[in-house]
T-cell receptor, first 113, second 109 residues
Framework: NAGVTQTPKFRVLKTGQSMTLLCAQDMNHEYMYWYRQDPGMGLRLIHY???????AKGEVPDGYNVSRLKKQNFLLGLESAAPSQTSVYFC????????????FGPGTRLLVL | GQNIDQPTEMTATEGAIVQINCTYQTSGFNGLFWYQQHAGEAPTFLSYNVLDGLEEKGRFSSFLSRSKGYSYLLLKELQMKDSASYLCAVMDSNYQLIWGAGTKLIIKP
């Protein structure tokens, strides 16, 4: 039982390049989330999904796209990377809303030059 | 706007007790979470409060007062491994978590 995994762990991009971050969970959770974490700020929700084939915008969705084609996978795409997207990206999953705990992946460190 | 406030950094001594406070102003309230995050690692769940009062779980306890928009995390018998950041998060009316910036706890021998 690996929990939540993320690929890659670290990436350097040049401004304007695109990339996809992959999140996978083996807990059969319905809900999945993408957050970014920046120094001095709380985690901020980028996009989330309440089930296979569904996605919704979070607090800071601009510049990102997501897809949830399979229940266990949640992909985050950067269409044209900008230095402001330098951050640590965390994926999380949960079995539902409310009191349900969110389980986090190990994070992807992204540096955009 | 929505706001979660917690101290940026705290220092405590091994074996002692420390209280980390969190105040919040959110649109709606569906519970408050505390997570622990070691440097360079993922956040991990510590506690959840939705009703007023104290929840105890081993060395860790969490308190909530909804009328005051206030919570605290109490850590007893501090160990060096407790050195980490502690994140307070409130679930708002849309069932989205609003996160504080975290409190970095430094434990000294």
């Amino acid at each position: 039982n690996a929990g939540v995994t993320q690929t890659p762990k670290f990436r350097v991009l040049k401004t304007g390049q695109s990339m996809t971050l992959l999140c996978a969970q083996d807990m059969n959770h319905e809900y999945m989330y993408w957050y970014r974490q920046d120094p001095g700020m709380g985690l901020r929700l980028i996009h989330y999904s309440v089930g296979e084939g569904t996605t919704a915008k979070g607090e800071v969705p601009d510049g990102y796209n997501v897809s949830r084609l399979k229940k266990q996978n949640f992909l985050l795409g950067l269409e044209s990377a900008a230095p402001s997207q330098t951050s640590v990206y965390f994926c999380a999953s949960s079995d539902g809303q409310g009191a349900e705990t969110q389980y986090f992946g190990p994070g992807t460190r992204l540096l955009v030059l | 706007g929505q706001n979660i406030d917690q101290p940026t950094e705290m220092t405590a001594t091994e074996g002692a007790i420390v209280q980390i406070n969190c105040t919040y102003q959110t649109s709606g309230f569906n519970g408050l979470f505390w997570y622990q995050q070691h440097a360079g690692e993922a956040p991990t769940f510590l506690s959840y409060n939705v009703l007023d009062g104290l929840e105890e779980k081993g060395r860790f306890s969490s308190f909530l007062s909804r009328s005051k928009g206030y919570s605290y995390l109490l850590l007893k018998e501090l160990q060096m491994k407790d050195s980490a950041s502690y994140l307070c998060a409130v679930m708002d009316s849309n069932y989205q978590l609003i996160w504080g910036a975290g409190t970095k706890l430094i434990i000294k021998p």
